[in-house]
């Protein structure tokens, strides 16, 4: 990769300094990660995903690795490496400086994952970070309803 400009250039998923446009490019200015709410969510959903230009990383809320999806596609990649390996955070190397943070990556950083049993993968700089709050309801039991009222009235 020549320069940053390159990055995210399949066009499935712009990144963050893409969408603010080349006159704009200052990565201060762009917001550390987006927050995505998942109302009433059927399927599993990942706590968080870091996008790079070729693969999506599904972490949980201990911040381990459970999937690797393609970004084009979002076919898995079920033998990938970081396969269960834990978010360590992120970092950027110019010449004179290591830009680093903790615990999820910045954009324009590459991740870094390892653990125990995994050597610390690096990958290509990160374009999205996503953090899913999820939120659903049910149905509340008339004895929930009654204790949430008293309470109300005590206080």
């Known amino acids: 990769m020549d320069s940053e400009a390159e990055l995210n ?20 200015r762009v917001a550390p990660f987006e927050v995505r709410l998942v109302v009433d969510y059927q399927e599993r959903c990942p706590i968080y995903e870091i996008r790079t230009q070729d693969s999506v990383y599904e972490f949980d809320q201990s911040l381990c690795c459970v999937a690797v999806r393609d970004t084009c596609s979002g076919e898995a990649k079920v033998s990938h490496q970081s396969l269960g390996a834990k978010l360590i ?3 950027h190397l110019d010449n004179q400086t290591v830009d680093m943070s903790y615990p999820l990556p910045a954009i ?3 991740a870094l994952l390892g653990g125990d049993e995994h050597d ?12 899913n709050l999820q939120r659903w309801s049910c149905k509340a039991m008339p004895r929930d309803v009654e ?3 008293t309470k109300a009235v005590r206080n």
């Open 9 to 28: 250039t399949s066009g499935c998923y712009p990144s963050a300094r893409e969408a603010l446009g080349p006159e704009q490019d200052n990565t201060s």
């Open 89 to 91: 955070g992120g970092w």
């Open 108 to 110: 324009g950083h590459c």
């Open 120 to 131: 610390v993968t690096v990958t290509t700089p990160v374009t999205q970070v996503i953090m």
């Open 147 to 149: 204790h949430r009222n």
